[in-house]
């Protein structure tokens, strides 16, 4: 089955910095690839994704670039503030697949 | 706020006891989703339905057991419950269930004394 690797497990920036997160992904058949921000005491809130036939995709702040050969992607975050502090997830999914193979996530800090 | 609804929010109960968790999907979400997710730890897929059909099944304990009705609700059975079943439980739902944006609920935070 698909296994998704995530680095780092924890991420300290300034506010004002920039913070790139990392995923690996087993399965060449995964071709759906969302990122999810997950704040204390709440469910996990989709932020952006991208599917295999797009390299890059960027919404104001947040980008998530994909590498289908390396079998990997990126979250980065650009001028980080201190409301981005929480864990991120991502997750890999197969075209004809339910199930969501998820990272171990990523706790963001941002210090003022 | 996601459109998906879990209850109840918390649950504390004793070993050996049985619970039942419940979850509505988004409006026009035919497929829900549940995961486990203990203290300090990721998501883990638990088992999938779609329009009342299981579809995918994860790392879920025998001792789990789930179901969707005809009104697309889902009920998550845990029985005989263990110390280590605390954890916060998730629910999400997506449209056709393949390939495609999870939307996640609240949880259900379950505390086993």
């Known amino acids: 089955g698909e296994n998704v690797e995530q680095h780092p497990s924890t991420l300290s920036v300034q506010e004002g910095d920039s913070a790139v997160i990392k995923c690996t992904y087993s399965d060449s058949a995964s071709n759906y690839f969302p990122w999810y921000k997950q704040e204390l005491g709440k469910g996990p809130q989709l932020i952006i994704d991208?599917?295999?036939?797009?390299g890059e995709k960027k919404d104001q702040r947040i980008a998530v670039t994909l590498n289908k050969t390396a079998k990997h992607f990126s979250l980065h975050i650009t001028e980080t503030q201190p409301e981005d502090s929480a864990v991120y997830f991502c997750a890999a999914i197969g075209r004809n697949a339910g199930k969501s193979t998820f990272g171990d996530g990523t706790t963001l800090t941002v210090k003022p | 706020d996601s459109g998906v609804t879990q209850t109840p929010k918390h649950l504390i109960t004793a070993t050996g006891q049985r619970v039942t968790l419940r979850c509505s999907p988004r409006?026009?979400?035919?497929?829900v989703y549940w995961y486990q997710q203990s203290l300090d730890q990721g998501l883990q897929f638990l088992i999938q339905?779609?329009?009342?059909?299981?579809?995918a099944k994860g790392n879920i304990l025998e001792r789990f057991s789930a179901q969707q009705f005809p009104d697309l609700h889902s009920e998550l059975n845990l029985s005989s419950l263990e110390l280590g079943d605390s954890a916060l439980y998730f629910c999400a739902s997506s449209v056709s269930g393949r390939g495609e944006t999870q939307y996640f609920g609240p949880g259900t935070r379950l505390l086993v004394l």
């Open positions: 339905y779609y329009n009342g059909e299981e579809r």
């Open positions: 409006s026009g979400d035919l497929s």
């Open positions: 991208i599917r295999s036939n797009v």
